[in-house]
């Protein structure tokens, strides 16, 4: 037909995005690689609905995640929001299903989440995310745990240069209960996150003014911050701050044994640190809090989170629900990656380019093809035969590592050429004997000896 | 607080429904295979909103999805849906991306879609599709592939008595234009697909009635629908049918390609057969289409189709992108799974199970979860120190296989007990020289040899 026909802009809406395989790629990687690592330490997949009851993820979240909730009404009529995160849900879950589950319930939930947030700040409305929580006991085991994962998930990504900082939010709460501050630890908390800003002097001033402490409170609070040095200093240091309080004592006490722990375990006390400035969701943590960061990339702020809670789903059920987990920021680590030169530019997730020359030898190309998959490479045969050279060029644009060349007269003699794609070198291979030569030759060029 | 506060009722919305980990490990299993497969032959992921403007999908489903679509108004007042399928959204994506992607573009998207479906049918409301596709070529090779990838697939998960049934909508397409029926294919189809039900009298009859066919052009197409043997024998059967016919012959001549090269290709002709009988959405595919069915459970329909179309973004670009592709349908395949045995009822990925007796053995306990999961398997330690018999009925109702039993006195030595959890059988294991015993005893009762 020739008649001109109106289209309808192919376009996506604003704050949403589409991942091409160069992204994609990358993405998948990493979330196979959270999979893994919570598998190896009993952690089980679920999922839950993307539709919720509204009132199920109402009341949960701040004014704001309500706010920028997507919430309609259903065909029947029901007021229905899609999740903004993967702790209410979690909750709802658990608080239904506990009976069937039983505890310690150990469950991870990679998927994707829907915030309609203002895209200036560079947000997206739609994203993933990728929590691990243990939930149904209070032992300390399940802290050093959670440590212990996150430490081999980012070992697993292919970082070293990384600190997972560790605080006890028992030891803040134990310090202002002896200095008779607690009910004002909001605005406390809320001075001393400042610090990094504006400085000791400022904070103390702004603590005084906003939480009514006296100049020896403030000072006291901020000797906190001050506090350095190695674990064992640091946690001696902390015996001296709280020694009184049984709260401030038990949070010390706890982060002794998960450092000792994770030590035992064969973590590094680089990798993994005391951190008293970490603070962390205020309302929500209740003992061990964690935050990431990376060494060569720290300005990006904490890529995996998380910390202990005292109850989990107490909107669901009269049932305790104590448990401890964290969230890997998939996108703020996949920037990282990015900007840290480890994401290879691929648009193909096959190592080996087979050309097409002519419908004769369709095949021996399938044939060959078939071969090489058995043997574990990912194997794309063109579909049309053109030009070599355009073929190959395709091939280069996607990311292809080899390139299987087989003419008629490399076909006769019962032989390929191996085409390295990067260097340009040819070698010939021979295609008898279940092709051993030639996958000898592919993995030569894949992973080659250093 | 022992004031009672009201409690939101937890539960999931009708036609919803969360997965435990019982049903979602084979779940990701059966994902990752598909993505498994798909990658070895170069298909590349890629993933879109689930949010899309309105228009986007309304032009492209059927009258059913569009009402069944959920619609909302966002927060910026515009008109936008849910995905209801990955094909709209692939068009979309093609038309939008194509000049970047390059041709011939291969994708998978595993991704999740709703439909507000009437769930008197046992059909839910959110569910998860798995399609490949390859775009931007009319080469035959395309289709070999196609068919090899749902025969790898099918293989993959585990199935060997399947088939995957061929046909080409030009054979049926060419023998209605040789009878000069064109006009009327659709009644004549409606009529056909009635003939397991019906009989062929009363189809011919129906022929006769809805598309003004004569005895004798009923009659021609029934011939059709007889055709059986081998592959073969019905090639030839179809050629002296659609003989004079151009479009008939290059729908015969592509079935003659297509299964001459599986065949060379390794695939056994009982796995893939040409079924004359097979039509699939008619106003869609134009060239090869398939169905497959498990040999085990023929009556639950087919568990992978697809087929070849024309052009597949029409409605956002006037660049034709020809393509063929398949969609694997998980819920299906998931529900003959389980029926057919083939699903362990377990609800942890991990194997091993460590109970803790003891809190100055955490150290040792912690070192040994961490060696076995260097050595690749999956460790859970239980976090608490109960008596050994309910750590025991926890690990039991779990599905984990081996539980390492590791007291006082065995630590003291250098030992720990090896249990296999389905026997009860136990040996002893030393923990010396990187735990190679215990390694090794504990890959003796994972894969025992037959």
């Known amino acids: 037909m020739s008649s ?36 190896s330490y009993g952690f089980a997949p679920i999922d839950t609905p993307t539709l919720e009851y509204a009132e199920i993820l109402l009341g949960k979240g701040s ?44 469950r991870y939930h990679i998927a994707t989440v829907w915030r309609g947030e203002n895209t200036q700040r560079g947000r997206y409305r739609e994203f993933m995310q990728c929590d691990f929580d243990t939930i149904g006991t209070k032992s300390i085991v399940a802290d050093i745990e ?22 006890n939010r028992q030891v803040l709460s134990g310090l202002l209960e002896k200095l008779q501050l ?3 630890s909001t605005e406390i908390l809320r001075a001393l996150d400042k610090l990094a800003k504006i400085g000791a002097e400022k904070v103390a001033a702004e603590m005084q003014e906003t939480a009514g402490a006296s100049a020896e409170q403030a000072a006291q609070v901020l000797k906190l911050a001050e506090i350095g040095g190695s674990t ?35 973590v590094p006390a680089e990798r993994l640190q005391i951190d008293v400035s970490i603070a962390r969701g205020l309302d929500y943590y209740t003992g061990t809090i964690f935050e990431t960061f990376l ?69 021996q190309y399938l044939q060959i093809a078939a071969t090489l998959r058995a043997a574990g490479f990912n194997v794309e045969l063109y579909p049309d035969a053109k030009k070599l050279g355009q073929q190959l060029k395709y091939a280069d644009r996607r990311g292809f590592k080899v390139a299987i060349v087989a003419g008629d007269r490399e076909l006769a003699e019962n032989k390929c050429q191996v085409k390295d794609l990067k260097t340009g070198d040819t070698t010939e291979a021979s295609l008898a004997g279940g092709a051993k030569e030639l996958i000898a030759g592919i993995s030569q060029i894949l992973r080659p000896t250093a």
């Open 4 to 39: 001109k026909k109106k289209l309808i802009q192919p376009r996506t809406l604003k704050g949403f995005r589409d991942y091409l395989p160069d992204v994609m790629m990358p993405r998948e990687e990493l979330i196979n690689t959270a999979r893994r690592v919570y598998r």
């Open 63 to 106: 004014d704001e995640t309500d706010r920028q909730m997507y919430r309609f009404e259903d065909h029947g009529k029901r007021d229905v929001g899609m999740r903004f995160d993967l702790t209410v849900p979690l909750a709802r879950f658990a608080a239904q299903h506990i009976g069937e589950l039983g505890t310690p319930f150990k």
């Open 146 to 167: 959670t440590a212990l994962v996150i430490h081999d998930l980012m070992l697993a990504i292919g970082f070293d240069g990384f600190t997972v900082r560790v605080n």
């Open 182 to 184: 607690v009910e004002n």
């Open 232 to 266: 064992d200093e640091i946690l001696s240091a902390l015996d001296r701050l709280v020694a009184g309080s049984e709260q401030g004592e038990m949070g010390v006490g706890q982060l002794r044994e998960l450092t000792a722990a994770t030590a035992a375990a064969g």
């Open 295 to 363: 060494g060569e990339l720290p300005g990006i702020g904490s890529v995996c989170s998380g910390g202990r809670y005292n109850d989990l789903a107490s909107l669901y059920t009269n049932q305790e629900l104590p448990g401890i987990g964290a969230s890997l920021g998939l996108d703020r680590l996949l920037a990282a990656m990015e900007e840290l030169g480890k994401i290879e530019a691929r648009t193909t997730p096959a190592e080996v380019f087979i050309p097409y020359f002519d419908q004769t030898s369709l095949p």
